[in-house]
């Protein structure tokens, strides 16, 4: 493997979004209140779960954990972003890119991997809903969270370790508005054909594998659903599941946009990141409360306990 010898990258200079010099404080005034709305949004549904004991179920014990998810995947990019567009230093260190990475990586594969077993939860619950409890127990509940930010940070470490095992001694200068694994690997100085092959395979197979087994859980409750003789039956098992498939197509359609093409299309990808970083992460508290009743419920009860609004 070929090196140029050349000085040691400490630190890198985060160029920004693309095409967008001279309108860093109106994106700065666009982007804040996306993250403020993403934090509050998030930190809501959290205080539900926690604080209501009808919300404690399986469902709910996961849509908890998806909410502390959508938080750290905010919080790993758009702080930073949001301090340079206020004209602060566009610098970030070695140790902070990776951190920065590895973050990323780390909780966005959770959130497959979590999806994936919310799947799995409605699909106990549609398809077996006499062994639901047992099933779903407690102790099997934590032990598949807990599973899937094991995975993901295994998942995290092989990609930040090929990624940094390159030498960084050129330019340091990322064509992006924060560490990315696409945008790091060309200031490598040195072959980076398999930290690009491993990369792709990496988050392809997660990407795939936990889509197909979305999948086979969506068949099998439709199959299970359209078996129910009531309508009313029918369309409160379709109103259960239509939030989750809907965060779904959310988060899959930027993983296949950034990460799955052959030549991606750098300007699309970053609009494409942008809303992965800030839209899916406010989007999913919306999506989850404004179709369930539960979670608002529980959201008022909080609420008229604690003062905030007053008894209708």
């Keep these: 493997m070929e090196v140029k010898n050349c000085s040691i990258v400490t630190e890198f200079i985060l160029l920004g979004i693309p095409h967008t010099e001279g309108l860093e404080m109106v994106l700065f005034v666009l982007f804040l209140p996306f993250y403020a709305c993403t934090l509050l949004g998030n930190v809501s549904i959290l205080v539900a779960v926690m ?30 972003m949001l301090l340079y567009l206020m004209g602060l230093s ?43 409890t047992v099933i779903m127990n407690p102790r099997i509940c934590v032990a598949l969270a807990v599973g899937t930010w094991l995975l993901g940070c295994i998942h995290s470490s092989i990609l ?20 990315d694994i696409p945008a790091l690997l060309p200031l490598a100085c040195a072959d980076t054909s398999f930290a690009q092959r491993v990369s792709f395979t990496n988050v392809g197979l997660i990407s795939l594998v936990c889509f197909l087994l979305i999948l086979l859980s969506y068949t099998r409750i439709t199959i299970s ?5 009531t309508t009313e039956g029918r369309r409160r098992a379709f109103s259960t599941c239509s939030a989750h ?21 750098p300007v699309l990808g970053t609009v494409v990141q942008i809303l992965m970083n800030l839209g899916g992460p406010m989007l999913n508290p919306l999506i989850y409360t404004l179709r369930n009743e539960e979670v608002k419920t529980a959201l008022k009860t909080i609420l008229h306990k604690t003062g905030h609004v007053p008894e209708s």
Excluded: W
Excluded at 103 to 120: D, N, R
């Design 90 to 132: 566009r610098l970030i260190s070695y140790k902070d890119c990776v951190c920065q990475l590895f973050f990323f990586h780390f909780l966005g594969s959770i959130e497959c991997f979590l999806y994936t077993v919310m799947a799995y939860d409605r699909f106990t619950a549609i398809c077996y809903p006499l062994r639901y």
């Design 51 to 80: 604080f209501s004991a009808r919300l404690h179920t399986p469902m709910y014990f996961f849509l908890g954990n998806l909410s502390v998810f959508d938080m750290g995947f905010s919080s790993v990019t758009c702080p930073k």
């Design 225 to 229: 659903i359209l078996s129910i003789r």
């Design 160 to 179: 930040t370790s090929l990624t940094f095992a390159l030498p960084y001694c050129g330019s340091n200068e990322v064509d992006h508005f924060f560490c």
């Design 245 to 265: 498939l809907i965060a779904i197509l959310c988060a899959y359609g930027p993983i296949i946009t950034v990460y799955l093409q052959p030549t991606p299309n």
